[in-house]
């Protein structure tokens, strides 16, 4: 069965009053999320600080989170599981941006590690 993965992208801080605390939710928010998301499949994930787009233009997105379950399953269960409520509870400590989420399969993978 092939890993599946939840990106949560974050978008770019354009508007006035628009935050988002990198120190916090590296800190402490995905804390919760991997104590929260561990018994549903979470296997790891990656957290990204966007500082442009291509050829140095300006990214329309802040920061992603792409986090890895072992099945789909696990990675849609999230919606509706208990777990969430905490992780859900935490975000305005952080942000008040609406992030964009994405499922998907990985079909293929390589690392050098």
């Given at each position: 069965m092939p890993s599946s993965t939840l990106t949560v992208l974050y978008p770019a801080l354009k508007g006035e009053g628009?935050?988002?605390?990198?120190?916090?939710?590296?800190?402490?928010?995905?804390?919760?999320?991997r104590e929260?998301?561990?018994?549903?499949?979470?296997?790891n994930y990656q957290i990204i600080n966007f500082t442009s787009g291509a050829a140095g233009a300006e990214s329309a997105f802040s920061v992603a989170a792409v986090l890895t379950f072992d099945?789909?399953?696990?990675?849609?269960?999230?919606?509706?599981?208990?777990?969430?409520?905490?992780?859900?509870?935490?975000?305005?400590?952080?942000?008040?941006v609406q992030p964009s989420l994405l499922f998907g399969d990985v079909r293929e993978q390589w690392s050098k590690q």
């Open positions: 628009d935050k988002f605390d990198l120190d916090y939710y590296l800190s402490t928010h995905m804390k919760i999320a929260a998301w561990l018994g549903l499949g979470l296997i099945s789909a399953d696990g990675a849609k269960s999230i919606g509706t599981a208990a777990e969430t409520k905490a992780v859900l509870a935490d975000v305005p400590n952080f942000t008040n």
